[in-house]
């Protein structure tokens, strides 16, 4: 049975989160697993190195390609969401995808096999995001990361077991992270108008997110889930 017929039988969903690196994402995600326990989370990049560390055959084919240097083709990415998702909706599962499709080919493509039925898009500034990463200083030595917003070390710019010098990563530094988020807003945007043409997309504005995800939450009840 086709993935999409299986979704059609059991009356499970596909939804995709979008949002900017360093946008609370993850902190969204995992609000979202708890209130809604039928649903999967599957993160492209965790499954992708799953496979390769496991060995499979898709797990292969994507080394090949990682090991040259090279990209994974969309093809191969789809066949390993596939796979992963397939297995999650036999046991009644709703699927959460992050991390792909990252672009409108790759959501054209994706169509193919699945439809996505929810899209919840996280409008968060990028000064928002520039200033928490900013605040992000890790110790060489051990990775121990910290956050001058909510986990400062109790010496300034040392580490506290250590004594030694935090530093901070270059993708860290402000000029960096707003390189990237221009990156992702030039590649998302035209994503973000392909869902809300069809309908299944909803943009949540905020600084916060313990304020937006009231509202992602109330919006997730309303498409059907439980």
């Not at 496979?51 to 990682?66: I, S």
């Not at 439809?115 to 990028?126: K, M």
């Not at 299944?200 to 309303?222: A, E, H, Q, R």
């Amino acid at each position: 049975m086709a993935v999409d017929d299986l979704s059609d039988a059991l009356d499970e969903k596909f939804l995709l989160i979008l949002g900017k690196p360093g946008g609370g994402k993850g902190t969204i995600s995992k609000k979202i697993l708890k209130d809604f326990p039928d649903t999967e989370h599957i993160s492209t990049g965790d499954i992708l190195r799953q496979h390769v560390r496991n060995e499979t055959e898709l797990g292969k084919e994507a080394k090949a390609y990682m090991d040259r240097g090279d990209l994974v083709p969309d093809e191969l990415m789809i066949s390993l969401v596939l796979e992963d998702s397939m297995d999650a909706m036999k046991c009644g599962k709703h699927i959460l995808l992050d991390g792909f499709p990252r672009t409108i080919e790759q959501a054209a493509a994706l169509d193919e096999d699945i439809d996505v039925e929810v899209v919840v898009d996280l409008n968060i500034p990028t000064e928002t995001i520039v200033d928490r990463i900013a605040d992000r200083w890790i110790h060489p030595g051990s990775g121990r990361v910290y956050n001058y917003s909510y986990n400062p070390p109790l010496h300034h710019g040392k580490d506290n077991e250590s004594g030694e010098d935090l530093v901070q990563r270059e993708d860290d530094k402000p000029e960096t992270v707003r390189k990237r988020l221009d990156a992702y807003d030039k590649v998302t945007s035209p994503l973000i108008q392909y869902y809300e043409k069809k309908g299944v997309l909803k943009t949540f504005s905020g600084t916060m997110s313990n304020k937006i995800y009231p509202d992602v939450k109330k919006w997730l009840k309303d498409a059907g889930l439980n």
